[in-house]
């Protein structure tokens, strides 16, 4: 699995969302990485990280890789945060190491399941085909509904640069149905109280891929969580409206500890 490591301070690990690789986080690295160890990574299959030929993609598999890649890196906790599908594999984690997370942060994501609040169905369309996958117009057509229609009208410098970023991460067409399958099948809805951690819900207000009513079930279920809702944005918060996504982050974690 390839990994970068940028700035120094408390660690925070970097969960990338469906289809995506540390590339994703370049709004966040800037910033973040003043005050905290920012870990990213590219996960099994996706970009720089191989598969092997009959190795297979689960949600568990990637949190495993995590635990594995902060063991090499001689980290005992780590802040985490995750987007969407990287969202789950917060969850996942933090249910099977919570001895080595400090603070969690789960950013337009849901627990999956039958109470799943899903998009509209030209919505989840858009990321059930994988015709031309890495194709620049496919990746447009996928990235774009992510973005709310007045930032891709209005800020076509940012849509580009992410667009080619994901362009030159090259996803196999088995690892996305896989992820794919993944997301579909998620659901910790009965575990997600047992998370008993510092928690922060991030979401956009008019997410259309996630929509923010997962994350306010999500805040409900969560001992103790705190909820953030970004107003006049979508799916793609950390992005559109990324200084604020970084102020809330970093409030966050620099606020003093629960004792």
């Known amino acids: 699995m390839c990994y970068d490591v940028q700035g120094s301070g408390d660690p925070l690990v970097l969960v990338p969302g469906f289809a995506s690789g540390g590339w994703s986080w370049s709004w966040q690295i800037p910033e973040l990485s003043k005050s905290y160890e920012v870990i ?20 568990a ?85 992510a973005f709310t229609p007045e930032y891709v009208q209005t800020d076509g410098v940012t849509i580009d640069r992410f667009c080619r970023l ?35 819900i991030v979401t956009g207000e008019t997410d259309v891929v996630v929509p923010s009513e997962n994350s306010r079930n999500l805040a409900a279920a969560i001992p103790g969580a705190k909820l953030k809702v970004i107003s006049g944005t979508g799916h793609m918060a950390f992005v559109e409206k990324a200084d604020e996504f970084n102020r809330i982050v970093a409030a966050f974690l620099e606020q003093p500890r629960n004792i």
């Open 40 to 59: 990213t990574f590219d996960p099994i299959g996706i970009g720089r990280s191989t598969i092997n030929h009959d190795g297979t993609v689960s949600i």
């Open 166 to 200: 994901r362009e030159e991460s090259e996803v196999p067409k088995e690892v996305y149905m896989q992820q794919l399958q993944a997301a579909l099948g998620f659901d910790v809805e009965n575990e997600i109280a047992r998370i008993d951690l510092e928690t922060l």
């Open 61 to 145: 598999a990637i949190a495993g890789d995590i635990a594995a890649l902060i063991d090499s890196l001689g980290l005992e906790r780590v802040n985490v945060l995750g987007i969407s599908f990287g969202g789950f594999v917060a969850q996942e984690f933090a249910l099977r190491y919570t001895d080595r997370v400090d603070r969690l942060i789960l950013a337009s994501t849901s627990f999956g399941g039958p109470n799943h609040v899903a998009p509209a169905m030209p919505v989840l369309a858009a990321f059930v085909s994988t015709d031309g996958l890495n194709t620049p117009d496919r990746i447009r057509k996928y990235m774009t509904v």
